[in-house]
T-cell receptor, first 112, second 115 residues
Framework: DAKTTQPPSMDCAEGRAANLPCNHS???????VYWYRQIHSQGPQYIIH???NNETNEMASLIITEDRKSSTLILPHATLRDTAVYYC?????????????FGTGTQLKVEL | GAGVSQSPSNKVTEKGKDVELRCDPI?????LYWYRQSLGQGLEFLIY??????PDKSGLPSDRFSAERTGGSVSTLTIQRTQQEDSAVYLC?????WGAGDTQYFGPGTRLTVL
């Protein structure tokens, strides 16, 4: 699985957009980019994923660069409940199935 | 069910005892995954099932760890002769099918404490 690099922490004001970057320069052509988040003491929660195109759902938008070496998760209007650790994961097509390799993620803190 | 469920939510055991952790995946999901998360660490992949078979057991930390899945549904992770380093949150996830791009949904986890 390709490795990812994320900033360890970020702050965001409530109501503003939170833009979380992720570098995955060694991604291969058939690997997906996944984003999960983990609120303290809970299991990881799926947010969004994509292969090449930008994606949007009710939670967030995912912007993937044309060379696929980096991506940005956008929470358009962050709330206090969005405070969590956000994981960017690259993987998918391996001999070991669709196992996800979690890094240390970005601790997002949303403040008033 | 509506989501992945795991039991027990908390388990405290003494060193050397065996423990069984249970995972009920989302109904109809054919793939099931086990991970663990030690305090302050990221998630570590342990094993996955496609149906009742586990093609990749390389993530299991030692031969004290085993897992099975019956009827394509419930899975049990068993840890024999527990050690203090086994203390962690054990997380189960399921996905509709096995394959790239399919979303994994996680349960709340079982917090295991080995005294």
């Amino acid at each position: 699985d390709a490795k990812t690099t994320q900033p360890p922490s970020m702050d965001c004001a409530e109501g503003r957009a939170a833009n979380l970057p992720c570098n995955h320069s060694t991604i291969s052509g058939n690997e997906y980019v996944y984003w999960y988040r983990q609120i303290h003491s809970q299991g990881p929660q799926y947010i969004i994923h994509g292969l090449k195109n930008n994606e949007t759902n009710e939670m967030a938008s995912l912007i993937i660069t044309e060379d696929r070496k980096s991506s940005t998760l956008i929470l358009p209007h962050a709330t206090l409940r969005d405070t969590a650790v956000y994981y960017c994961i690259v993987g998918g097509v391996t001999g070991g199935g669709n196992k996800l390799t979690f890094g240390t993620g970005t601790q997002l803190k949303v403040e008033l | 069910g509506a989501g992945v469920s795991q039991s027990p939510s908390n388990k405290v055991t003494e060193k050397g005892k065996d423990v069984e952790l249970r995972c009920d995946p989302i109904s109809g999901h054919t793939a099931l995954y086990w991970y663990r998360q030690s305090l302050g660490q990221g998630l570590e992949f342990l094993i996955y099932f496609q149906g009742n078979s586990a093609p990749d057991k390389s993530g299991l930390p030692s031969d004290r760890f085993s897992a099975e899945r019956t009827g394509g549904s419930v899975s049990t992770l068993t840890i024999q002769r527990t050690q203090q380093e086994d203390s962690a949150v054990y997380l189960c996830a399921s996905s509709r099918v096995w394959g790239a791009g399919d979303t994994q949904y996680f349960g709340p986890g079982t917090r295991l404490t080995v005294l």
